[in-house]
């Protein structure tokens, strides 16, 4: 609960900065992006929801647009399992992403692929490890130096299937909700 609190103020303090900022001239390419919000994960058992592990938490993000049709982005998070909080999830992503409004002000979409890497511990203990690759698409918007994201992903789910012993089809989704500062 006390994690989830100061989720709450980073993302209250990171929206005040953005309306502040929002009121900034427009400026035509602003390549560089750093932004921080939350971060939902889920493994699903679509034969059994029983099964379903999830994750809530903090994402941290940075990109670089090449121009505005190609992005690369990493992003570290932190979250702890919803049913079990002694169980938590570390790790970070990098990803390349196409699409269009990635270096200007207005609305963009884009999608891509990349590779993750995330580390479960149990009471600060190392328990397991996962390495993979990923499809995502996303939508946001620009306001000048501030723009907002919503990312969904895709991990490659055979990852974590041994981590159950139930028959099924398994899928590893994310969403993230980051805000940005865009330099």
């Not at 609190?5 to 209250?12: E, G, M, P, R, V």
């Not at 895709?154 to 041994?162: G, P, Q, S, V």
């Amino acid at each position: 609960m006390k994690k989830a609190f100061h989720y709450t103020l980073l993302i209250s303090s990171l929206i005040l900065t953005a309306q502040v900022q929002a009121n900034e001239p427009n400026s035509t390419n602003r390549h560089w992006s750093v932004g921080a919000g939350t971060q939902a994960f889920s493994i699903v058992n679509t034969d059994n929801s029983d099964n379903n592990v999830d994750f809530t938490g903090l994402n941290i993000a940075a990109g670089y647009a090449i121009n505005d049709y190609f992005q690369v982005r990493a992003s570290y998070f932190t979250s702890e399992n919803k049913d079990l909080s002694i169980l938590e999830s570390q790790g970070f992503d990098l990803m390349a992403y196409g699409g269009f409004g990635l270096a200007t002000t207005g609305f963009k979409s884009y999608g891509g692929a990349g590779f993750f890497s995330d580390k479960w511990t149990i009471n600060n203990q190392n328990y397991d490890s996962f390495k993979g690759l990923q499809l995502a698409a996303g939508v946001g918007y620009n306001w000048g130096s501030v723009g907002v994201d919503f990312v969904f992903k895709l991990r490659d789910a055979t990852k974590y299937e041994h981590l159950s012993t139930n028959d099924g089809t398994y899928f590893a989704p994310t969403g993230a909700l980051v805000l940005f500062y865009n330099f």
